[in-house]
């Protein structure tokens, strides 16, 4: 499935179909970067051991380019869909929301990389496809055989 993300704005998300199931492309914002930074010590799996992501997502971010994560929007628990919660649901969401991905169903949380907190029903991190550049405003998913 090929995406166009050139008109995509900061702290946006695009919601695609890939293989029967929700992709998410988000495009984050500076500020919501730094959150992912905070949300490190909140999450299960900080460094993305569990692998559920391409080799060359495995990074704090769990992107190629930090700016856009792309993440299939399917709840690692019982595979709901997740819901996308700025940074500005803190009051909701609670003291360590930074923005993330909260399953209402179950009560799963996930930062803004697709990383799980700690505590909650869902056992990993957010999946992420495969997926590669095709230029500056297009992503192919499910193909990353034209190099990331």
Known sequence: VEADIGALQPGELQIMEWRGKPVWILRRTKEMLEGI???AA???????D?????????NEFRSIKEEFVVLEGVCSHLGCSPQFKGPETKAEMGAEWNGGFYCPCHGSK???AGRVYKGVPAPVNLSVPPYT???ETKILIGD???GA
């Open 37 to 39: 930074k905070k949300s």
């Open 42 to 48: 909140n999450v299960a799996d900080p460094a993305s």
């Open 110 to 112: 996930f930062d803004l």
């Open 144 to 146: 990353d055989k034209k």
């Open 50 to 58: 569990v692998p559920l992501q391409p080799a060359y997502a495995k």
């Open 133 to 135: 550049y095709l230029s």
